[in-house]
Every structure is written in C-alpha cells, then in structure tokens.
C-alpha cells in the first residue's frame, strides 16, 4: 500500500475517543483487594481499630491478602477474632467472579471475569483475562477497561462501546483470579515447583492511559515483593500512544512499555489507529526516547500488526528502521487474526518472513509473534466483551499476548 492509500471501508473519520457510558457504583461492602497499605489502614481506622495497631495490622491484612491470597477474614489467624469479625462486617476480600473458564488446545486459559456492582438496577459488567503458559514463563493478559477508549480499526474491540473505567481492585483482582484458578500463591506447591504466574501484561481490554490512575495504583500492589512480587521488569503496559501518560507511566509505575504503532507514515496510522490524529508519530517517538529507564537492557517493545497489502511492504519495514534510530527497542509482529466484519486480512506468511528478516539484519529483534489461544478467541485483537454483545456471532474473547523480556 501507497502511504496515500486507504483500506477500503476504514473508518477514516472515526472518532478518536469514546466517552465512558457509566461509572462505577460501588457495592454496600466494599472488597479490600486493590487497597494500598494505607488505605487498608484507613479502613481500620473506620471501624475503630485503635491508632497504635492500625499499621501492623494492615500489614498483617497485606500479607494475607496478597502474599498467601487469602478468600475470607477467617483465613487471617494471626489477626484477632474481634479485629477478624469487624472486618467480616464491613468488607470482603471477594475478586471478580469466574462465570466461564475455556481452556485452549495449546494450553491457554481464558476467564470471563462478573464485576461485582452497588446498582442492583445495571446489569453486571464483565471483562476477560487470559493465560498463556510457556515453556520459560506465564504470561497473564489484564484488561483495564470495560470496552474501549479509542477506536483502532483493525482491533475488534475498537469497535465495541467504551462501558467504564475498572477500579484498582478490579484490575489487581484479575491477577488474584488466575492465582486462584492455577493454585499459585506463594506458600501453595505448583506443578512445575515454580511460579506460574511469572509476567503481566496490559494489553487487554481497554487503553491503560486513559484510566492512569487506577492502573498505577493496581501495578504497585502486583509488583511490590512483600504480596504479590511480580518484578516491574516482568511487567509490561501496552499504549496505543497517549503520549502525555507515557512518560508519567515511566517516573510513577517504573514498568517495561509497548507501542501500539502498526502504521510508519501518519496518514495510515490515522486510519488505523485514529487517536494518532491527536499525538501523530513524531510526537509519540518523542515520548519513547523520553521514556525513564529505556535501556539495551530495557527495550521499548514496539507492536506491528501484520496486515496483507496495507502495512506489510519492504519500504514500510525501511522506514520502520528509520523511525527507530536511537530508540532502544525490539519490534513485535503480531500476525493479524481475523474477527466477523473486519475488512483485513492477515499477511502472507513469505512477506512477513522478508519484513522480520529486513529489521533483524538493521539491528533489531523482530520476533513473530505465534498466535495463541485462536479456538477460544482469546488472541491478540479479537475480543468483545460478553458485557455488550451486538450480534449473536461476536463472541466474547481478549487481545492476549506474552511480550515481556
């Protein structure tokens, strides 16, 4: 494709963003998970835990909540029985609710997650969040938001309603979930002797930057090594380019960063990623060669949907290389993975293999990514959630991919 040709039926004046149809209501007890030490201890404060026990105990709840992944007060031995019955009174520690579990032929698993909700009224929102095993790691894919932000053209749920931001709890819950299912907690035996759950990645669901907050907060309770200790350098956020959050992502939550970039000329990232018409690619380059940390040792991972006779040419690999000089990066071809109505389709497999083999030789790591999970739809762009379903063929499924070093 030209870099003045247009994907017939592209959404070339789509919106760049959705705005969020609801906010989230709180339920009556309020679960703890997703609360930070102190605000732990502020919810002891509330139900009058004295002042010079405050800080141990919430320490103690910490410990249980996230270092042995406890379901219910009673679990908590170490915490007195009156301190247990308060806190049975007012909070829970429930996580989102498993309502299905699939479980691929190549061993992926995917979990569509029930929110809990204070509005009888408002039907139950649901997210998913997928695993995927490998021989060297575990790689849990997390959703930040119940639908989408943007509107990305190639991605199936771009097309699908922006419901609402997820809470911290919601999204360090999903975490806690696949702990649960896979009998992953710390002081619990695994199969392998190991950890299953080794690597996060933000890439579900949603686009993190326009819901910072919460996904900071949630990061810095999965990465902190007295709970759930996931290293930040196990830890990567995928952003379609919301260039003011990316450097803050850098000095507040310290984790590895992936770019949604799939087009190098702006007039076709405009059209398949519309939110470029606001930070084009100069702009978001910018950013990533601001980026805190970025190092040989910690490569800003660059994705590339691999999309037949649009993106896929060797003078857009040239200009890929090009665009790069001097940013620390490995570039991640992502094959496209067909959903009903998309007017894409995948590349060839020779012309990705001559797009790969032209950035190895310049100097880059340009791996393939291996599609996982299709026969459950749990693969990289392809999912819709269950929460608004627009026709009876668009099931529900999560972009999910390992990507972290």
Not at 218 to 247: C, H, K, M, Q
Not at 260 to 274: F, K, M
Not at 362 to 383: E, F, K, M, W
Request: charged letters at 25%; glycine letters at 6%.
């Amino acid at each position: 494709m030209t870099d003045t040709a247009t994907p017939a039926g592209a959404r070339a004046t789509a919106p760049l963003e959705k705005l969020p149809l609801e906010t989230y209501v709180p339920p009556a007890k309020p679960s703890l998970i997703g609360a930070s030490r102190a605000e732990i201890a502020e919810r002891l404060d509330e139900i009058g835990v004295a002042p010079s026990q405050r800080k141990m105990r919430a320490q103690q709840i910490w410990h249980w909540i996230y270092f042995r992944g406890a379901q219910n007060f009673g679990e908590m031995t170490s915490i007195s029985k009156d301190t247990r019955a308060r806190l049975e009174a007012h909070f829970t520690v429930a996580r989102p609710e498993v309502v299905a579990e699939q479980i691929s032929s190549d061993g992926t698993r995917k979990w569509l997650l029930r929110l809990p909700s204070g509005d009888s009224l408002e039907k139950a929102h649901e997210v998913e969040c997928v695993y995927i095993p490998e021989t060297d790691r575990g790689t849990l894919c997390v959703s930040s938001q119940v639908g989408c932000t943007l509107n990305c053209t190639f991605c199936h749920t771009g097309t699908q309603r922006l419901v609402r931001n997820l809470t911290a709890g919601e999204i360090v819950g999903q975490v806690m979930v696949a702990r649960d299912r896979l009998n992953d907690w710390a002081d619990r035996a695994t199969p392998t002797g190991g950890r299953l759950v080794t690597n996060i990645v933000m890439m579900g669901m949603g686009e993190p930057l326009y819901n910072f907050d919460a996904v900071r907060d949630a990061l810095l309770i999965v990465a902190d090594n007295e709970g759930i200790g996931i290293s930040r350098r196990r830890i990567t956020l995928s952003t379609s380019g919301v260039v003011p959050n990316i450097i803050r992502t850098g000095e507040e939550i310290g984790v590895m960063l992936a770019i949604s970039l799939h087009a190098v000329r702006d007039e076709l990232r405009n059209q398949l990623v519309p939110l470029n018409r606001k930070y084009p690619i100069a702009e978001l380059l910018q950013a990533c060669r601001d980026y805190p940390g970025s190092s040989n040792a910690r490569r800003i991972t660059f994705e590339y949907v691999m999309l037949k006779g649009v993106n896929d040419s060797l003078d857009d690999a040239k200009l890929l290389v090009k665009l790069l000089n001097g940013i620390p990066a490995k570039i991640n071809l992502i094959p496209f993975n067909p959903w009903p109505g998309t007017i894409y389709e995948c590349s060839d497999w020779d012309q990705i293999e001559k797009f790969s083999e032209f950035i190895f030789n310049a100097g880059y790591s340009s791996p393939v990514r291996t599609p996982r999970g299709r026969d459950i739809l749990a693969a990289c762009g392809q999912l819709k959630s269950e929460t608004e379903k627009l026709s009876a063929r668009e099931r529900q499924a999560l972009r999910a991919m390992a990507m972290t070093d």
